[in-house]
């Protein structure tokens, strides 16, 4: 089983940047293909991004397209997240997880909150 743990979350304004990390312990995974997920209050589940553990192709959900990008270090089990541009409608919590996700590697998250 795998332990997701994900920081960097955090409040910031409108139209600022935050940076998002997630570890993987308990299993390497440089040839598995991880994504961010994230959960805003009252809404379902959403695919943010995902990047490939073969040719580190990625892919992004439209609402973040161009403000957000995805990157892995295989040589320390971490894939990460920058966003930019943040809104107050990318408010949520933050997840990483396999992609497609297994629903027992789900980790506590990171909050993330835009709003001035």
């Known amino acids: 089983q795998v332990e997701f743990v994900e920081s960097g979350g955090g409040l910031v304004q409108p139209g600022g940047s935050l940076r998002l990390s997630c570890t993987a312990f308990?299993?390497?995974?440089?040839?598995?293909?991880l994504g961010w997920f994230r959960q805003a209050p009252g809404k379902e589940l959403e695919g943010v991004s995902c990047?490939?553990?073969?040719?580190?192709?990625?892919g992004y959900g439209d609402s973040v397209k161009g403000r957000f990008t995805i990157s892995r270090d295989n040589t320390k089990n971490t894939v990460s997240l920058e966003m930019n541009n943040l809104s107050p409608q990318d408010t949520a919590v933050y997840y990483c997880?396999?992609?497609?996700?297994?629903?027992?590697?789900w980790g506590q998250g990171t909050q993330v909150t835009v709003s001035s």
């Open positions: 997880n396999q992609n497609p996700p297994l629903a027992s590697n």
């Open positions: 990047i490939s553990g073969v040719d580190g192709s990625t």
């Open positions: 308990g299993s390497t995974l440089d040839r598995d293909p």
